[in-house]
């Protein structure tokens, strides 16, 4: 499609895929060259993985790359003739992601090659391409473990899924143009600042490019569109830029009585939109870059505002992964997820551990969630555990990876936080000099934002580690014995020693919807790494331990881990192999009881909730009925006989040794009215045995 000087061109459908694995040698097959007969390799469109199935079945299948599922080398071509419109311009492909290692050919010439399996990168092969007639273009991409781009090695407990498993378009601009090789960004960085409710000034950064052999003058105009569609600033000015080199353009536009992005609440969105235009009037590229207005800041007692007033920020943690086709999702899939979200009443995400796709960023900034997002600094820096070296390259491939990150999203208001790393637990003298080297990177790129990390030692230089705020993470009443408030005293005697303000970045435990027991003891009842999962004990922690973060005002952010079960594919606990279960929803996205305690608690929608309706054979002729409600009362009803209304606390509803019949069927119903009127009903069926 044209857009206004630039031409794009989606490159996903009719491609060529084959995996190449070592065995048999197929991994030294000249994929790349014209001649390869690829009639041996199937046909597939983009995204794609090689791994959606292996890599969530557990620890049997292929083991290249010592993680249970393949880890290796897989090659893409695809044959491709280009419009005639675009013969005098410059042809860019672009890569949503590839992971981890992707090697570009173009008419079996070596291009280039992106090393980082998270963010988006670009070539230009205009120099390769034959116009006229037909090209093809080859990709081989490598998810086999490294030791210097992170995450190393088998670090991360989630499966690495190898592929392009993000769309990939080509891009067709003049000679001037807006720069596209600036670390896979816009080449538009949007930055407000003096804000106040009278006035902002914006702030807005292009970077220009001339490809071409002499020196060239252009007209840059900058639009500030409202969310109506109507012009409320604008700038014209007139460059020269010098033949084969870039130009940094700088202006600031005031707007009156701006607008603010106001997280869920107002997701309020303006837009820059940057235009090149000739001496004789031709448009030779635009570029449109959504914003927000806002302000906001943590304070280390009181928690976290927005524009000025306190605002709770609370929500999930989020792999990219679906159940039907793993890493390679689509549009449709992410917003089927983030709506969930929002349905939950998140106003915070975690997206964990890496760069995820610009349209979640979209989303958010949409949706009006607020997001921590991080490079894939995760558990380790060095794979030499014995003197903890960094590798050569490990350290110019994170810096690489923090730059993308930071370019790429720089314009979303949603995002809050640049993440440098999870749950680190190496240190040495070289891995905090390059640590406090990022941080500065981060802040550098980006003065306007808090930079953090999510750390899980909470002792010595790891609470040193340079940061803005800091994240914890920690399972009490899953993989520590949660009992007697112990979570919320530990919280504050690590508040008490932090210096800076504490979010709780993970928490949780496993949940297997087929899994139920009366009168759980954590001691005898939980494997927190095996097959005891019962899904009505995470329920109940859960419970446990929001009452104890509501109780707290100085943690500024609560993270669960995670929203659905996710790919993990060396686990094999609860009820599902290849799977962390730790969900609030399964990877098929059905929700489990412990969404609805959330939704009870963060959501105002009215809503009410049966619990344990899944454990439908009750051993205890006598249990427990629990509801989650947002409502004032709750009233039971067993076999048509009303039992009164639940005790009360919170959103929880309880009623104590409830007699069921034994071997035959209970019909079992809740009832609550709200003020509006409305009344709502929750059913199920338990037979005593």
Not at 107 to 118: C, I, L, P, Q, T
Not at 167 to 193: C, K, Q, W
Request: with cysteine.
């Amino acid at each position: 499609m044209r857009n206004s000087g630039r031409t794009v061109i989606d490159f996903n459908k009719d491609w060529k895929f084959l995996k190449m694995p070592r065995a048999g040698g197929l991994s030294e097959l000249a994929i790349e060259s014209e001649n390869f007969d690829d009639s041996i390799c199937e046909s597939v469109n983009l995204p794609h993985t090689w791994n959606a199935k292996d890599g969530a079945d557990g620890r049997g299948g292929i083991e290249e790359g010592g993680e249970h599922y393949y880890r290796g080398l897989g090659g893409y071509r695809k044959k491709f003739t280009l419009p005639k419109n675009t013969e005098d311009e410059l042809i860019y492909v672009e890569f949503g992601a590839a992971n981890t290692v992707a090697e570009v050919y173009v008419n079996g010439s070596f291009v280039g090659r992106h090393e980082g399996g998270y963010s988006a990168f670009r070539f230009d092969i205009t120099d390769f391409l034959r116009f006229g007639s037909e090209n093809l273009i080859c990709v081989k991409v490598n998810n086999a473990p490294t030791d210097h781009i992170p995450p190393i090695t088998d670090q991360g407990d989630f499966t690495k899924m190898g592929g392009l498993y993000r769309e990939v378009r080509l891009i067709a601009v003049p000679r001037l143009h807006i720069d596209l090789m600036n670390f896979g960004s816009s080449g538009v960085y949007i930055t407000p600042t003096n804000i106040s409710e009278t006035s902002a000034d914006i702030h807005v950064l292009a970077r220009l490019r001339n490809n071409g052999s002499g020196q060239k003058s252009v007209n840059i105009v900058i639009e500030i569109i409202d969310a109506a569609g109507d012009v409320v600033g604008k700038s014209e000015s007139r460059e020269n830029i010098n033949p084969k080199n870039t130009a940094d353009f700088n202006t600031i536009i005031s707007i009156i009585n701006p607008h603010f992005w106001n997280g869920v609440d107002d997701p309020y969105l303006y837009a820059a939109k940057v235009t090149l235009v000739s001496d004789s009037g031709e448009v030779l590229d635009e570029v449109i870059e959504n914003f927000g207005v806002g302000t906001y800041h943590v304070n280390p007692e009181k928690g976290f505002f927005l524009n000025g007033r306190y605002y709770d920020l609370h929500g999930v943690n989020y792999h990219q992964d679906s159940f039907e086709n793993g890493w390679a999702m689509t549009d449709e899939q992410r917003e089927r997820d983030y709506e969930m979200m929002r349905d939950l009443g998140c106003t915070a995400v975690r997206m964990a551990h890496y760069q995820h796709a610009k349209y979640e960023y979209d989303l958010c900034d949409r949706l009006g969630l607020c997001v921590w997002s991080e490079i894939g600094i995760v558990n380790k820096m060095s794979a030499n555990d014995d003197n903890l070296s960094i590798a050569a390259g490990f350290a110019e491939n994170t810096k690489q990876q923090l730059r993308e990150l930071i370019r790429q999203n720089y314009n979303h208001p949603s995002v809050i936080i640049w993440g440098l790393s999870n749950e680190l637990f190496q240190m040495s003298d070289e891995i905090f000099e390059l640590y406090s080297e990022l941080r500065a990177i981060a802040k550098y790129e980006d003065k306007s934002r808090l930079t953090s990390f999510a750390d899980a030692q909470f002792h010595g230089r790891f609470m040193e580690l340079p940061g803005d705020v800091v994240g914890y993470n920690r399972y009490f009443g899953w993989y520590i014995d949660g009992a007697n408030g112990a979570f919320g005293r530990w919280l504050d005697e690590y508040h008490e020693r932090e210096k800076r303000p504490i979010a709780m970045t993970e928490y949780g435990g496993g949940g297997a919807i087929s899994q139920h027991k009366d009168n759980i003891i954590w001691k005898n009842d939980i494997d927190s790494w095996g097959p005891r999962h019962p899904e009505n004990y995470q329920s109940a922690m859960h419970e446990e331990i929001w009452r104890q973060f509501s109780q707290r005002a100085y943690l500024w952010g609560k993270f669960v881990w995670c929203m659905f079960d996710f790919a993990s594919d060396g686990r094999e606990e609860g009820d599902t192999k290849g799977q962390n279960d730790k969900g609030l929803c399964t990877r098929e996205r059905l929700p489990k009881d412990a969404f609805y305690f959330y939704k009870s608690v963060w959501n105002p929608a009215p809503m009410l909730l049966l619990t344990e309706k899944r454990f439908a054979e009750r051993p205890s002729l006598f249990p427990t009925v629990k509801v989650y409600s947002n409502a004032e009362r709750v009233e039971l009803f067993v076999n048509g006989v009303s039992l009164g209304f639940g005790a009360k606390n919170g959103t929880v509803f309880t009623w104590e040794y409830v007699k069921i019949k034994a071997n035959e069927l209970n019909k079992i119903c809740v009832e609550a009215r709200f003020n509006n009127g409305q009344m709502l009903k929750d059913c199920a069926e338990w037979k005593g045995v």
